[in-house]
């Protein structure tokens, strides 16, 4: 049977006093309508249709699905009037899932759940019991049977303290579907045409309506503040961290830990306290991530130690950190640092576009861009390289065993061959053959019992 999905996303989102539109706001790093849109991505629908409005242009160019389309709802009139701009871009018969833009976390078998229930004859509403009902549409039953859905400015008192709601996500049968909503009618008082009132009119056409419940109330909560973003950020968290700690990550504090992308990690890692991760991680066997780090796109091999106040950003480039390295405190590794075994970089050290060979060490105050660093490297505290003139950026190379003394200026481009030394504060603009000294500074000259220069009286 075929399956449309969709999905509405063409609110202002008033409340959430931005100029972005509400749906393109970010949870764990994704928006709001693209974890909708990669839940549904996974069902298996053949059609994939997102109601935009407001910010439609930039809602639209921001999100991506497999066989999504746009279709656009001007003015918004109500979530009724959202659905029928769908009409013709849905399949004669089979069925449509509704979701909402702004409920990111819904999961795919509750989502399937719901087309299951609906099984191409019957309406289906996703439903929950809320302790505070305030603003939702109340599911009105006699005896068991669901008889229409009453919104909360439409509702009676007695309607008012019906505890069941409609989260805003439904199934229907796509050819009753049609029928319904080309029947609508704004007479309410929010003069909106409603979605919800398709349950009374299958009702009255005797189909039968069905409910069925999510298996968590996290996955019908929807965002329209930044107080709810928070919130419902904070639960997304906790339930991630409590995976990593299932699956055996130590966690110094559940609630002091974010992942706004994809982590994966090996057995005994441990991560310190407020680390954020962002992108594509992957941690190795072994890893211990300390306080106050923050890391994207890299891959960090078995055993290394990332210490505290370190910043990792791959950007498109990744950056690699091999087996037993050593990074930080206050280490910063920019894109295309690909680091061997055993490296270690230390304190107030930037690494950007540079391999670094087994056991190289930079361990202080340092810059290492567009360089190829050879095995036990030691790099000097303070020294850099040169890599840019202005206009073009050069390679460094620097081979195994080389010694580089502290506060030296390598002018790329440069090469410093095997196990050559270079005197600390040299500025180097010429290469180095293999094992020779090199020092390029002024001469040390000494003026025995120099008379300091006194004030005139
Ligand atoms: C809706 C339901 C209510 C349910 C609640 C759950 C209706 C009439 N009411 O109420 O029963 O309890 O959701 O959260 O459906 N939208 C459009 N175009 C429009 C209007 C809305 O795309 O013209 C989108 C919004 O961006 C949002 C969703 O539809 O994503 C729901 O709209 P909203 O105004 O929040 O509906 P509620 O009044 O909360
Ligand atoms: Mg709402």
């Given at each position: 049977?075929?399956?449309?999905?969709v999905?509405m996303a063409a609110g202002k989102g008033t409340?959430?006093?931005?100029?972005?539109?509400?749906?393109?706001?970010?949870?764990?790093?994704?928006?709001?309508?693209?974890?909708?849109?990669?839940?549904?991505?996974?069902?298996?629908?053949?059609?994939?249709?997102?109601i935009t409005g407001h910010?439609a242009?930039?809602?639209?160019?921001?999100?991506?699905?497999?066989?999504?389309?746009?279709v656009r709802q001007m003015p918004q009139l109500g979530t009724g009037h959202a659905v029928q701009q769908a009409v013709p871009?849905?399949?004669?018969?089979?069925?449509?899932?509704i979701?909402n833009?702004?409920?990111?976390?819904?999961?795919?078998?509750?989502?399937?759940?719901?087309?299951?229930?609906?099984?191409?004859?019957?309406?289906?509403?996703?439903?929950?019991?809320?302790?505070?009902?305030?603003?939702?549409g109340?599911?009105?039953?006699?005896?068991?049977?669901?008889?229409?859905?009453?919104e909360?400015k439409d509702?009676?008192?007695?309607?008012?303290?019906?505890?069941?709601?409609?989260?805003g996500?439904?199934?229907?049968?796509?050819?009753?579907?049609?029928?319904w909503l080309s029947q609508l009618k704004n007479d309410n008082v929010q003069g909106e045409y409603y979605l919800t009132d398709i349950?009374?009119?299958?009702?009255?056409?005797?189909?039968?309506?069905?409910?069925?419940?999510?298996?968590?109330?996290?996955?019908?909560?929807?965002?329209?503040?930044?107080?709810?973003?928070?919130?419902?950020?904070?639960?997304?968290?906790?339930?991630?961290?409590?995976?990593?700690?299932?699956?055996?990550?130590?966690?110094?504090?559940?609630?002091?830990?974010?992942?706004?992308?994809?982590?994966?990690?090996?057995?005994?890692?441990?991560?310190?306290?407020?680390?954020?991760?962002?992108?594509?991680?992957?941690?190795?066997?072994?890893?211990?991530?300390?306080?106050?780090?923050?890391?994207?796109?890299?891959?960090?091999?078995?055993?290394?130690?990332?210490?505290?106040?370190?910043?990792?950003?791959?950007?498109?480039?990744?950056?690699?950190?091999?087996?037993?390295?050593?990074?930080?405190?206050?280490?910063?590794?920019?894109?295309?640092?690909?680091?061997?075994?055993?490296?270690?970089?230390?304190?107030?050290?930037?690494?950007?576009?540079?391999?670094?060979?087994?056991?190289?060490?930079?361990?202080?105050?340092?810059?290492?861009?567009?360089?190829?660093?050879?095995?036990?490297?030691?790099?000097?505290?303070?020294?850099?390289?040169?890599?840019?003139?202005?206009?073009?950026?050069?390679?460094?190379?620097?081979?195994?065993?080389?010694?580089?003394?502290?506060?030296?200026?390598?002018?790329?481009?440069?090469?410093?061959?095997?196990?050559?030394?270079?005197?600390?504060?040299?500025?180097?603009?010429?290469?180095?053959?293999?094992?020779?000294?090199?020092?390029?500074?002024?001469?040390?000259?000494?003026?025995?019992?120099?008379?300091?220069?006194?004030?005139?009286?």
């Amino acid at each position: 049977m075929a399956l449309d999905i969709v999905i509405m996303a063409a609110g202002k989102g008033t409340r959430m006093k931005s100029s972005l539109p509400k749906v393109l706001h970010k949870l764990a790093g994704r928006s709001l309508l693209q974890h909708v849109l990669d839940t549904a991505a996974t069902l298996g629908a053949d059609r994939i249709i997102t109601i935009t409005g407001h910010g439609a242009e930039l809602v639209e160019a921001a999100v991506q699905a497999p066989h999504l389309q746009f279709v656009r709802q001007m003015p918004q009139l109500g979530t009724g009037h959202a659905v029928q701009q769908a009409v013709p871009a849905l399949h004669a018969e089979g069925i449509t899932l509704i979701l909402n833009g702004d409920v990111p976390l819904i999961r795919a078998e509750t989502a399937r759940a719901l087309v299951e229930a609906c099984d191409g004859t019957r309406l289906a509403l996703l439903t929950i019991d809320l302790a505070d009902a305030a603003g939702y549409g109340r599911i009105v039953r006699e005896g068991d049977s669901v008889r229409a859905i009453v919104e909360h400015k439409d509702a009676t008192p007695a309607q008012r303290e019906i505890r069941e709601v409609y989260t805003g996500m439904m199934a229907v049968p796509t050819g009753l579907l049609k029928r319904w909503l080309s029947q609508l009618k704004n007479d309410n008082v929010q003069g909106e045409y409603y979605l919800t009132d398709i349950v009374a009119m299958a009702v009255a056409d005797q189909v039968a309506v069905v409910a069925a419940q999510p298996v968590a109330e996290v996955e019908v909560l929807g965002v329209n503040s930044p107080v709810q973003l928070a919130e419902l950020e904070r639960l997304h968290q906790r339930a991630l961290a409590v995976r990593f700690m299932d699956a055996g990550v130590r966690l110094a504090d559940p609630a002091r830990f974010d992942v706004r992308g994809t982590l994966t990690c090996g057995t005994d890692v441990e991560v310190d306290v407020n680390c954020v991760f962002e992108g594509d991680v992957s941690l190795g066997d072994g890893v211990r991530i300390g306080a106050n780090c923050v890391i994207r796109n890299a891959r960090i091999a078995a055993n290394a130690v990332i210490h505290p106040f370190t910043h990792i950003d791959g950007e498109a480039l990744g950056v690699k950190v091999g087996t037993g390295s050593l990074i930080g405190p206050f280490a910063r590794l920019r894109p295309g640092a690909d680091l061997g075994n055993d490296v270690h970089i230390g304190n107030f050290v930037e690494v950007k576009n540079s391999t670094l060979a087994n056991g190289a060490k930079a361990n202080h105050l340092a810059y290492l861009g567009d360089a190829t660093v050879g095995e036990r490297v030691n790099y000097g505290a303070g020294s850099i390289t040169a890599n840019y003139d202005g206009a073009n950026k050069h390679r460094t190379v620097i081979e195994a065993d080389v010694h580089v003394g502290s506060n030296s200026v390598l002018v790329a481009p440069v090469k410093l061959g095997a196990g050559a030394t270079i005197g600390g504060g040299s500025t180097i603009t010429k290469d180095v053959p293999a094992g020779a000294l090199a020092v390029a500074r002024g001469k040390q000259v000494v003026l025995e019992g120099w008379p300091r220069p006194v004030k005139k009286k």
